[in-house]
């Protein structure tokens, strides 16, 4: 048996995206073998001929099963479960990459379309279409995993009745995600204090406008901090464990998305007209007010998760600074899980009593 080029898999598999998931995950492998045997010996890459046709029945294949026009606008309109022939393309929909981009983009779109038309009438500053810009980017790469699991358990859970099929997930206790407090609080931080800066800036160029809310929150922004230390010394010593969390390191996708929120609060003055928000003054305050209260306290959390322990999430430094009493223990969560594992009681994690035959789903099991 020869051995297919690396470079050739990887050319194929590119053509390749324009089939449905589902497909791809069922039949990749033969389809790239198969080519493998036609191609000339050495060739690294796809001709574009054969790369073409298979876009062209690609996107025949995705048509033939996608849903039918009753279903998709039931599914779009009122989130309706699909019948079980199509849970295939629902699963196939909740693992992609573009899912429930499409609300948060036209939120974006409505503002790069609400600066061209003030840009018709010769007063739009350039800012608008940068702050539109970020925006898009920020719906682009906020993370989605709480809503992939919603929409799972939704979509993909078998009803009474229906065959099975390999995309059925089935309710179970699950573990509770929680993201490190000392991977993601540092990023949060300079967000936040870059947001201050700018909101200084703002001041000022445009003016600090009404002091009485920017000291009231300065106080209780040093309050909250105050309130952290000494909670922290008092309850962290005995904080309970948590056997029913899995402890997340946030990964560059928080991290960009951190950043790009942080952008669009800086940036968002410039469309504070749509709300009467036409003081200057007030622009400058509505970036000051919200960042002298949290900022305070995400510097003193940064510092104390830096040298607190690794286990500690961002809910408990939340905790601490609002609650009473001491550290909560997360309990487990109901969500799905590949239909092939066990249900486990209520209280208890499932154990897998056979390898699941779903293709991988990121984000719901």
Not at 81 to 88: A, D, E, V
Not at 115 to 133: C, M, S, T, Y
């Given at each position: 048996m020869t051995t297919v080029d690396p470079r050739f898999t990887r050319s194929v598999r590119r053509w390749l995206w324009a089939y449905?998931?589902?497909?791809?995950?069922?039949?990749?492998?033969?389809?790239?073998?198969?080519?493998?045997?036609?191609?000339?010996?050495?060739t690294t890459r796809l001709d574009l001929r054969s790369g073409l046709g298979l876009v062209?029945?690609?996107?025949?294949?995705?048509?033939?099963?996608?849903?039918?026009?009753?279903?998709?606008?039931?599914?779009?309109?009122?989130?309706?479960?699909?019948?079980?022939?199509?849970?295939?393309?629902?699963?196939?929909?909740?693992?992609?990459?573009?899912?429930?981009?499409?609300?948060?983009?036209?939120l974006a779109f409505y503002f790069v379309?609400?600066?061209?038309?003030?840009?018709?009438?010769?007063?739009?500053?350039?800012?608008?279409?940068?702050?539109?810009?970020?925006l898009a980017l920020t719906c682009w790469v906020t993370p989605r995993g709480a809503l992939r699991r919603a929409e799972a358990a939704r979509h993909l859970v078998g009803r009474p009745g229906e065959p099975p099929t390999p995309w059925d997930q089935r309710a179970a206790w699950v573990l509770r995600d929680r993201v490190a407090g000392r991977s993601l609080l540092p990023t949060l931080t300079l967000v936040a204090g870059t947001v201050a800066l700018g909101g200084v800036a703002s001041a000022v160029i445009l003016g600090p406008g009404p002091l009485a809310p920017l000291a009231a929150s300065a106080v209780v922004g040093a309050a909250g901090a105050v309130r952290l230390v000494a909670r922290w010394r008092r309850r962290l010593p005995s904080r309970p464990s948590q056997p029913a969390r899995r402890l997340l390191v946030a990964g560059r996708s928080w991290r960009v998305s951190a950043w790009c929120w942080g952008a669009v609060a800086l940036g968002s003055p410039s469309s504070w007209p749509l709300t009467g928000l036409s003081a200057p003054a007030a622009r400058a305050s509505m970036v000051l007010i919200p960042t002298a209260l949290v900022l305070p306290s995400l510097v003193v959390g940064w510092l104390l998760t830096r040298h607190g322990p690794d286990d500690?999430?961002?809910?408990?430094?939340w905790r601490l600074l609002v609650g009473v009493g001491p550290l909560r223990v997360d309990a487990l969560q109901r969500g799905v899980v590949p239909a092939a594992w066990l249900l486990p009681e209520a209280g208890a994690a499932g154990a897998p009593i056979a390898p699941s035959p779903a293709p991988p789903t990121p984000g719901i099991a």
């Open positions: 449905p998931r589902r497909w791809r995950w069922a039949r990749s492998d033969e389809v790239v073998g198969t080519l493998a045997d036609m191609a000339p010996p050495g062209v029945h690609g996107l025949a294949t995705r048509r033939r099963m996608r849903p039918p026009l009753r279903h998709m606008a039931r599914y779009a309109l009122v989130n309706a479960p699909l019948p079980w022939p199509y849970r295939g393309w629902a699963a196939d929909r909740i693992a992609s990459p573009l899912f429930f981009r499409g609300p948060l983009l036209g379309g609400f600066a061209v038309l003030r840009g018709l009438d010769g007063d739009a500053p350039p800012i608008d279409l940068v702050w539109a810009g970020v500690l999430a961002v809910v408990d430094v």
